[in-house]
T-cell receptor, first 114, second 113 residues
């Protein structure tokens, strides 16, 4: 079974600064995928970034990067140059090797201050 | 850019009534999913659907729930006899491609009175 842990219930960051949102995972599957989603106050779930367990390099998508440390089973999201529009709930999720379901963490609420 | 759509955006129903939540997945995707999020809680997997049958389901997805792909575009979730605890946001998602990333619809907020 897969498990995702997000230990930060809430985070504050100053506009234009970088912020790291923590995610650790647990699985016995030999291969897996890690995802981050953003949920603004309007409620939709927006895909941000994907990291495969066999990918050699950390994933990047614009201002988002994923700090993947396989030995430590961590997949932290780094947002550079924070913007007010980044204020939202952020979910880390995992897909195991067998089956396609996503297992989500509890989420981290990010607030960007001007 | 293709997107997943869901209707209605908000549904209010009386306990014991049947509801059908509708979704139109991204057209070239082959896997479809339903998740739910009770207010303030994490997102929970309900069911996945591939090749016109359920490929995986969670413990939440009991006999009160069913899914169907009635035509080439729609994907529905039916709750036969709603309970108060079914009140939640229900998300449809679809996936395809190399990474099989799941793209979510905007959700249907179900309120059971």
């Amino acid at each position: 079974a897969q498990k995702i842990t997000q230990t930060q219930p809430g985070m504050f960051v100053q506009e234009k600064e970088a912020v790291t949102l923590d995610c650790t995972y647990d699985t016995s599957d030999p291969s897996y995928g890690l995802f981050w989603y953003k949920q603004p106050s309007s409620g939709e779930m927006i895909f941000l970034i994907y990291q495969g367990s066999y990918d050699q390099q950390n994933a990047t998508e614009g201002r988002y990067s994923l700090n993947f440390q396989k030995a430590r089973k961590s997949a932290n999201l780094v947002i550079s140059a924070s913007q007010l529009g980044d204020s939202a709930m952020y979910f880390c999720a995992m897909r195991g090797e067998y089956g396609n379901k996503l297992v989500f963490g509890a989420g981290t609420i990010l607030r960007v201050k001007s | 850019e293709p997107e997943v759509t869901q209707t209605p955006s908000h549904q209010v129903t009386q306990m014991g009534q049947e509801v059908i939540l509708r979704c139109v997945p991204i057209s070239n995707h082959l896997y479809f999913y339903w998740y739910r999020q009770i207010l303030g809680q994490k997102v929970e997997f309900l069911v996945s659907f591939y090749n016109n049958e359920i490929s995986e389901k969670s413990e939440i997805f009991d006999d009160q729930f069913s899914v169907e792909r009635p035509d080439g575009s729609n994907f529905t979730l039916k709750i036969r006899s709603t309970k108060l605890e079914d009140s939640a946001m229900y998300f449809c998602a679809s996936s395809g491609g190399v990474t099989d990333t799941q793209y979510f619809g905007p959700g249907t907020r179900l309120t059971v009175l």
